[in-house]
């Protein structure tokens, strides 16, 4: 009788936890991203003068999963192209379009699943070098974006890539 009560129990408990299981797995989590590729209003202005490139753009970050999200660090950096780097100094900053400026800080961010805003890429670039050699040495300019993200599934790293055409 006991044997029969115990071997009832671990099949209720097992089908509990196959149920549990399925029902947690269906959730899903957050897909959380900086959709580089749907970027928009690029904007490149050079003062010849003051030998400075300022580029912009609005990048969607969306969240495409079934649960919110945190976008917790985001960190901007230019790719290296080559001795012309050493003659410029980059700053590329990301912030939420609905959020003040922050000097450059990313605050933490929770995303809502299903929903998708704008964030603005900033980047200045001043050069030691006239700036036609550096649109000709940089034709275009590779930004990528690392992010962390937290979900369902933990604290997880991500990267976006953003181009600006420099030699226009």
């Known amino acids: 009788m006991i044997a029969e009560f115990i071997l009832a129990a671990l099949a209720c408990i097992g089908t509990l936890t196959a149920t549990l299981a399925v029902y947690f797995r269906y959730q899903g989590d957050s897909e959380i991203v900086f959709d580089a590729k749907a970027a ?40 290296y192209y080559g001795k012309i780097m050493e003659q410029l100094e980059i700053t590329a900053k990301l912030r939420p379009m609905d959020a003040p400026v922050r000097n450059g800080y990313w605050e933490a961010v929770i995303v809502k699943k299903k929903t998708a805003s704008l964030t603005e890429l900033e980047v200045a670039i001043y050069s030691k070098a006239d700036l036609h050699i550096v649109a000709r040495e940089i034709p275009r300019l590779k930004v990528i974006i690392y992010y962390q993200v937290v979900g369902r599934d933990g604290i997880q790293w991500h990267l976006s890539e953003a181009q600006f055409d420099i030699a226009n």
């Open 40 to 79: 928009r209003d690029y904007r490149v202005t050079k003062n010849m003068l003051q030998r400075t490139i300022r580029c912009r753009c609005l990048i969607p970050l969306a969240n495409r999963g079934r649960q919110n999200g945190m976008v917790i660090n985001v960190f901007c950096q230019p790719m």
